[in-house]
């Protein structure tokens, strides 16, 4: 069947380590480095060596992302990338599975890579990296790069500022809010609950619970059905745990804050009634709804299990055809029929209230990050690359490969040759370029098509206007950013305390007892104490 090289994903990984190089200006990089830059951004055709008017080598840059070993092997995308630029990719591999302690290992031997990209930037590490030196700070000045300027001006990369300034490069992933509904999705055999009785798509998470019991009952196809597994065991609680509240299932130090009757703000996640999520959660795992090695799952086996028939529903994230390559375009091979036929995306739960509530994220989704250690000339190429993947041209190149080939422009749009071929099986390169400086911009540049068919952009679509009815709880930003910019180490660990609740055997409110026990005596009343003087200092 497919090649393992399939079940790889893509998208950057760069860090940076080693103790602090001052910030370097732009008005230090040379005009040579300006003009070519100019000349990257606005897609001239001169390329490499020629554009900076030098015979010099290319520049190596080394890029830890997802699939990095297969994704610059070398193929035409990346050699035009690397002739224009005058540069040469080397990959630093990570997976999935491994990337977030790969890359805290390279970090902590002084090995991190020339740029990296993970989910950092909402946790403590992010403004310990950038206190003691180990990531280096957005030059200020982006006139050279005025794509990669423009693109900073997002409200995502002002979030991102630590005392005013940014230490990465976001990765914008939605348009709107609303949007971030498709970042956790439950796809569900729905062919298997029709053979099990089932006749009315579930509305609410009691209906959910019941045919997911009926289809492992009956195991319609004799495959040993089970319950629902995920591609990453910390999206369950992001999916289950909007029954309590959307704004509770942060992660690390980006949690959100409400204010309370006395004026006084506190993180969301100790003043809602997040008993009622874990205590769903549990009531799942108990009856086998959710698969009892949950915490044991990873990426290629999760798929593999929903792709075989071995798991009533999967937890996916980024969109309904985000697992398109690995999974719904073998459908047919495996069960003789098509997959949206087979298959359906749980639309928007109803909470605890019974209002449809969905997990409520960031506009973007992790970050790239360059070493403090690089050069100001190599730090001029990465800006360089960046830009260039942010102009017309280089977005264009690095998502679809060369116009004509696979896909031409018409009306002003994209329009591929052939919707339901991958593009990366031409070019393996695009399936890192392509999300190395943002996601899939086809949800809100209507210039782009998604790389799935257009059936499977549909099924976001139609989850994005349920979540249009929704009404997000107020929340502080300014105190998410308070905690980071104070350079306070206290994070919650949301997803650890989910799986330990979910799967334990004390009741549900008493283990959620003894967990906020525990973040009291690691200085949460402290912590809030700090972040409500800054925030009255400012007023």
């Known amino acids: 069947m497919r090649k393992s090289k399939l079940w790889k994903k893509a998208a950057a990984i760069v860090m940076s380590m080693m103790l602090a190089a001052p910030l370097a200006a732009c008005g230090s990089q040379s005009d040579t480095s300006a003009t070519a830059q100019e000349n990257a951004g606005t897609g001239t055709e001169t390329e490499g060596a020629s554009v900076l008017g030098t015979t010099e080598a290319p520049t190596e840059i080394s890029i830890a992302i997802w699939n ?25 591999n990570v997976t999935w599975d491994d990337y977030m302690q790969k890359i805290q290992l390279w970090a902590s031997s002084g090995s991190l890579p020339d740029v990296f990209a993970g989910d950092f930037r909402n946790n403590s590490t992010y403004s310990q990296w950038a206190n003691q030196g180990v990531i280096r700070a957005i030059p200020e000045d982006l006139s050279a790069y005025p794509n990669l300027e423009a693109y900073l001006q997002g409200q995502a990369a002002q979030d991102a500022k630590l005392g005013g300034t940014l230490y990465c490069i976001p990765r914008q992933t939605y348009p709107s809010q609303e949007w971030t509904c498709v970042d956790r999705i439950i796809c569900y055999r729905w062919d298997l609950a029709q053979k099990a009785g089932i006749t009315k798509e579930p509305e609410n998470w009691q209906e959910f619970q019941d045919m997911m019991k009926a289809i492992i009952a009956a195991d319609p196809d004799g495959t040993g059905v089970g319950g629902l597994t995920a591609s990453d065991k ?14 509770v299932e942060e992660n690390g130090a980006a949690f959100k804050w409400v204010e309370t009757e006395d004026g006084t703000f506190k993180p969301a996640y100790f003043t809602e009634d997040v008993v009622a999520g874990f205590q769903l959660a549990r009531d799942m795992y108990e009856s086998g709804v959710i698969e009892k090695d949950i915490a044991l799952t990873a990426n290629q086996s999760s798929e593999e299990k929903f792709l075989q ?7 996916i994230a980024g969109g309904f055809g985000s697992r398109y390559s690995n999974t719904a375009r073998y459908w047919k091979d495996v069960h003789g029929t098509e997959y949206l036929d087979d298959v359906k995306a749980l639309n928007l739960m109803p909470d605890k209230n019974g209002k449809k509530s969905y997990p409520m994220w960031g506009y973007a989704w992790s970050e790239s990050f360059i070493n403090a250690s690089v050069s100001d000339e190599k730090l001029d190429k990465i800006l360089q690359l960046y830009d260039y993947l942010l102009s017309d041209e280089g977005a264009l190149l690095s998502t679809y490969g060369p116009e004509g080939e696979l896909y031409d422009m018409k009306d002003g749009k994209v329009t591929l040759h052939n919707p339901d071929a991958m593009v990366k099986d031409t070019y393996p390169s695009t399936d890192a370029l392509a999300v190395l400086a943002r996601w899939n911009p086809s949800s809100y540049d209507s210039r782009f098509v998604a790389t799935s068919p257009e059936e499977y952009s549909a099924v976001d679509r139609s989850l994005v206007e349920q979540a249009k009815e929704v009404k997000i709880p107020e929340y502080n930003q300014r105190c998410t950013q308070l905690v980071m910019e104070l350079g306070i180490d206290f994070g919650i660990s949301f997803n650890d305390d989910f799986l330990n609740i979910m799967t334990g055997t004390e009741p549900v409110e008493e283990m959620w007892a003894e967990i906020v026990k525990g973040y009291e005596a690691n200085g949460l009343e402290d912590m809030i104490q700090q972040v409500n003087d800054a925030l009255a200092a400012e007023q």
């Open 234 to 247: 910390n999206l369950v609680g992001g999916i289950v745990m909007p029954y309590a509240s959307p704004i």
């Open 68 to 92: 990095a070993d297969e994704a610059f092997a070398g193929d035409e995308v990346l050699s035009q990338i690397e002739e224009k630029l005058n540069i040469k990719i080397k990959p630093m």
């Open 309 to 315: 028939g071995k798991s009533a529903a999967i937890v």
